[in-house]
């Protein structure tokens, strides 16, 4: 069954480009609005499953937004395709609600990615944030959550998206001990995905 999708941004040459991305197999845009309070009102009248918005948008923001669909349409997935990639706007984005964001400058195979990841219930960062939200160092830990050189190398690899098989011949190592690792990873920072990793290195202010 088809997913319905309304699409939210200013920019007509912005919405023609989204149409011409997204899988029509998969994926059905039922309207589009140029401005948040138009997308509200359609959230009221239709059933819409995704809300790809842009952050900056005349009246409310993206951000706003999210926060109030959420709130209306609690089961609603929400993306935001924006031009900002600083991690403050990120951040805000995702306490507000967004399921995955998308920076405009990302390849169109990055939102189908998306698409497909909050379909399934998954958090998804283009690949871009993840890069500038990574830094090269991890902070110090305490001795319970400690993270060993080893997973270190590991964890930068996996949050620029690289598979098991890619981490394990990178490392010169069997993907079962990547898979151990990963598991490891997961459990010291208490997270279960990519965003979580993200959020983690963001929140121990990695320098």
């Given at each position: 069954m088809q997913k319905e999708i309304?699409?939210?941004?200013?920019?007509?040459?912005?919405?023609?480009?989204?149409k011409s991305i997204i899988p029509s197999k998969m994926f059905n845009i039922r309207v589009e609005a140029n401005d948040a309070e138009t997308a509200l009102d359609y959230l009221q009248q239709l059933q819409i499953d995704i809300l790809i918005t842009d952050i900056q948008l005349p009246?409310?923001?993206?951000?706003?937004?999210i926060r109030e669909a959420k709130t209306m349409v609690p089961r609603l997935k929400c993306i935001v395709l924006s031009?900002?990639?600083?991690?403050?706007?990120v951040e805000d984005a995702m306490e507000a609600g967004a399921d995955a964001y998308i920076v405009k400058s990302a390849e169109p195979h990055e939102l189908?990615?998306?698409?497909?990841?909050?379909?399934?219930?998954?958090?998804?960062?283009?690949?871009?944030?993840?890069?500038?939200?990574?830094?090269?160092?991890l902070p110090k830990t305490s001795p319970k959550s400690a993270i060993s050189e080893r997973e270190k190398e590991v964890l930068k690899l996996i949050l620029n998206e690289k598979s098991n098989k890619q981490?394990?011949?990178?490392?010169f190592i069997s993907e079962?001990?990547?898979?151990?690792?990963?598991?490891?990873?997961y459990r010291k920072t208490n997270t279960e995905t990519l965003v979580g990793l993200v959020k983690y290195a963001i929140d121990h202010k990695l320098s």
């Open positions: 309304i699409l939210v941004d200013d920019h007509l040459i912005i919405i023609d480009g989204l009246g409310k923001s993206g951000i706003e937004l031009m900002f990639n600083e991690r403050a706007m189908i990615r998306a698409l497909e990841n909050v379909v399934q219930g998954k958090k998804y960062l283009s690949e871009e944030l993840t890069i500038n939200l990574w830094s090269h160092s981490i394990a011949d990178q490392l079962r001990t990547v898979e151990s690792h990963r598991k490891n990873l």
